[in-house]
């Protein structure tokens, strides 16, 4: 009876702390990905054609790019250096910050 009343107890417990913090059921992230070109670049802002807003890079921002050998396509580790004006390019946003930098080198 006793490991009943303890069982319910830690249940009643656990749904009173979701309630109270509701940020550890809802653990969702608000990304999104924007494809487009470039059309200016700095160290830590990047304006692409899809978007009228410029983007901020974040310092910690994961740098790829997608090269195309035979018929499949690979991804590389890449640095932002490579980037240049007309590029295709797949960034992963949250809200204006750019976390992620995919160049598609594939499709020139």
Same mark, same amino acid.
Request: charged share 20%; net charge positive.
């Given at each position: 009876?006793?490991? =009943?009343?303890? @069982? /319910?107890?830690?249940?009643?417990? %656990?749904?009173?702390?979701?309630? !109270? @913090?509701?940020? %550890?059921?809802?653990?969702?992230?608000?990304?999104? +990905? /924007?494809?487009?070109?470039?059309?200016? @670049?700095?160290?830590? /802002?990047?304006?692409?054609?899809?978007?009228?807003?410029? %983007? +901020?890079?974040?310092?910690? #921002?994961?740098?790829? $790019?997608?090269?195309?050998?035979?018929?499949? /396509? +690979?991804?590389?580790? #890449?640095? !932002?250096?490579? !980037? $240049?004006?007309?590029?295709?390019?797949?960034?992963?946003? =949250?809200?204006?910050?750019? +976390? *992620?930098?995919?160049?598609? *080198?594939? $499709? $020139?």
């Amino acid at each position: 009876m006793r490991k =009943i009343h303890k @069982f /319910i107890l830690e249940t009643l417990v %656990f749904i009173l702390l979701l309630s !109270l @913090f509701p940020s %550890f059921s809802n653990s969702q992230t608000n990304h999104v +990905y /924007i494809n487009g070109k470039v059309l200016s @670049f700095s160290n830590d /802002i990047i304006q692409i054609d899809t978007s009228k807003q410029p %983007f +901020y890079i974040s310092n910690t #921002a994961r740098v790829v $790019k997608h090269v195309k050998k035979s018929v499949s /396509i +690979y991804e590389e580790k #890449a640095s !932002l250096r490579e !980037l $240049k004006p007309g590029q295709s390019v797949t960034l992963k946003v =949250i809200g204006n910050t750019v +976390y *992620e930098v995919i160049i598609e *080198e594939y $499709k $020139k």
